[in-house]
């Protein structure tokens, strides 16, 4: 961070690793920055043996990661003249073109898969004004529609195939490398249309080619069993879980989610539904930290990894006396409220009185003495 001042977003922070100028037109909503958080809480009730931290990206401005990369490519955009941009999205892309064209003063059309999308999200890409147009589809089949449109007519795509929201989205690495003095060993995180990890691996890549960090975390990705197409090896027509975020049969970065997998000698695993979703209220009502389902599956990822004695054997190999693993918490549980409430207890119903609540909670009043 430069000193003094107030936080000035990502590009300014990280100009010298980004593709821009002093042309650059630089659009932000002082994305990134986001809380490392240790999570011990978290880190003994799975048996993880390294210390744990989250890096939390529900605290971006529109609640997601999509921050980091957007800032980049609609600033890009208007930088090349562009007067809209265009996505596919499973509801957070939407929510960060929305609102960062809506700074900039330029157009934004989002194409969803409206029956599986988070209402929050929704609400988001309403909000800020962008043309919403619902398919009857999945994911894949509106990131079809869109790559189709965009490479015939004079809109900018801003889907992570666009290599800005790449640069920009690395920054999330930076900033974890800055925060512990250098790599942790481990990197766990949701892996859907495969930007991210993709994006992750860059950051760190060039962090350690700079000589910034000493070395380069294991990359450990999740799917949902149900939308695994990278573990699997093969497209998925049908993708299913309640994790909406990343319900994706054939990821677009594919191919380099699988380098960054094989060149970190990480992993790509999947976690069930159950798995997510016990991660899921672990996060809340033991750290304090409300996510999206998705972002669940880092932890659901690690835990699993425990259990099947992967930490074991890492350390009977040799680790680090620092070693550390890194959480990529993607969105904020705001996001998708529906799913909380049905994840939850149901609210104590009660008259409005104090003494009738107070008999309800069972509450007693302390003795006289
Ligand atoms: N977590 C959240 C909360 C997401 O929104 C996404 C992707 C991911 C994880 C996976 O990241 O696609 O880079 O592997 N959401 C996209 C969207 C697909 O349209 O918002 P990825």
Redesign the pocket.
């Known amino acids: 961070m430069k000193p003094g001042g107030p936080w000035p977003g990502v590009i300014e922070t990280y100009r010298e690793f980004l593709p821009v100028t002093d042309e650059t037109p630089v659009i932000t909503l002082r994305e990134g920055n986001t809380p490392l958080l240790p999570a011990p809480a978290v880190q003994e009730r799975i048996g993880l043996p390294i210390p744990l931290y989250l890096k939390y990206?529900g605290a971006n401005p529109t609640g997601?990661?999509?921050d980091r990369g957007m800032t980049m490519a609609v600033s890009k955009a208007l930088e090349e003249g562009q007067r809209a941009v265009m996505?596919?999205?499973?509801?957070?892309?939407?929510?960060?073109a929305a609102a960062y064209a809506a700074r900039a003063g330029i157009e934004s059309i989002v194409v969803l898969p409206v029956r599986y999308i988070a209402m929050g999200?929704l609400a988001q890409s309403v909000m800020h004004g962008a043309r919403v147009v619902a398919i009857e589809g999945n994911?894949d089949d509106a990131l079809r529609i869109v790559l189709a449109i965009t490479s015939n007519y004079p809109v900018q795509l801003v889907?992570?195939l666009n290599p800005y929201r790449i640069e920009g989205?690395k920054s999330g690495a930076f900033e974890i490398c800055d925060a512990l003095g250098d790599a942790p060993a481990y990197q766990a995180?949701?892996?859907?249309?495969?930007?991210?990890?993709?994006?992750y691996w860059k950051g760190y890549q060039e962090y350690y080619a700079a000589g910034v960090s000493r070395r380069r975390p294991k990359m450990l990705?999740f799917q949902a069993e149900g939308a695994a197409p990278i573990v699997r090896g093969h497209p998925i027509a049908d993708p299913q879980t309640i994790?909406t975020?990343?319900k994706?049969g054939n990821?677009a970065?594919w191919k380099s989610?699988e380098a960054a997998r094989d060149e970190s000698g990480g992993l790509i695993e999947t976690v069930t539904d159950d798995e997510i979703l016990e991660a899921y209220r672990l996060l809340s009502s033991t750290e304090g930290v409300f996510?999206?389902p998705?972002?669940a599956?880092s932890i659901a990822g690690l835990a699993k990894l425990v259990r099947e004695g992967y930490f074991q054997r890492e350390m009977e190999a040799g680790l680090p006396e620092d070693a550390c693993a890194v959480a990529?918490l993607?969105?904020h549980g705001l996001?998708d409220p529906d799913r909380a409430i049905a994840s939850a207890a149901e609210p104590i119903e009660a008259e409005a009185e104090a003494d009738k609540v107070a008999e309800i909670l069972g509450l007693r009043r302390p003795a006289l003495v």
């Open positions: 990206e997601s990661f999509k996505c596919a999205s499973t509801g957070n892309t939407a929510a960060s999200k994911f889907n992570s989205q995180m949701p892996v859907g249309n495969a930007g991210n990890i993709t994006a990705g994790a975020a990343i994706i990821p970065s989610a996510v999206e998705a972002s599956a990529i993607t969105g996001k």
